[in-house]
């Protein structure tokens, strides 16, 4: 059997440049350019999220619960959570622990993309 070694999600975003900064100043990923002007990479250590510029996409805001495209687990959330929110990153759902054995947290991106982080307890 072959093994999925990694991921990357790839999202479409109305406004590429103000996304970018998004993902860079509010979440601390590296923004990457990767030869093509309507495309850039936000990576944070192993996840990476490809993203295309697509100005007259339905804003993922509007797409209700497909907005949710990720769960990233993490070693340790609380500390990423605190980081994030005093970035100003709008807060689904504040950590806590569920039953079903993770320790998590919800955002919403500025496009409307909502992303879980998690990590196992």
């Not at 209700?64 to 005093?86: I, K, L």
């Not at 998590?104 to 992303?115: K, M, S, V, Y």
């Amino acid at each position: 059997m072959s093994e999925i070694t990694s991921t990357m999600f790839v999202i479409a975003v109305n406004d590429l440049m103000a996304t970018a900064v998004y993902y860079r100043d509010v979440l601390g990923f590296t923004v990457r350019e990767i030869g093509d002007d309507g495309w850039r990479i936000f990576q944070k250590d192993s996840c990476e999220i490809m993203a295309g510029h697509c100005a007259d996409a339905t804003p993922a805001r509007e797409l209700g619960d497909h907005s949710y495209f990720a769960y990233v687990r993490m070693d340790e959330v609380d500390t990423y959570y605190a980081q994030v929110a005093a970035n100003g990153a709008r807060i689904l759902k504040k950590p806590r622990s569920e039953p079903w054995g993770m320790r998590e947290f919800a955002l919403q991106t500025l496009d409307g993309h909502r992303i879980m982080f998690g990590t196992k307890i």
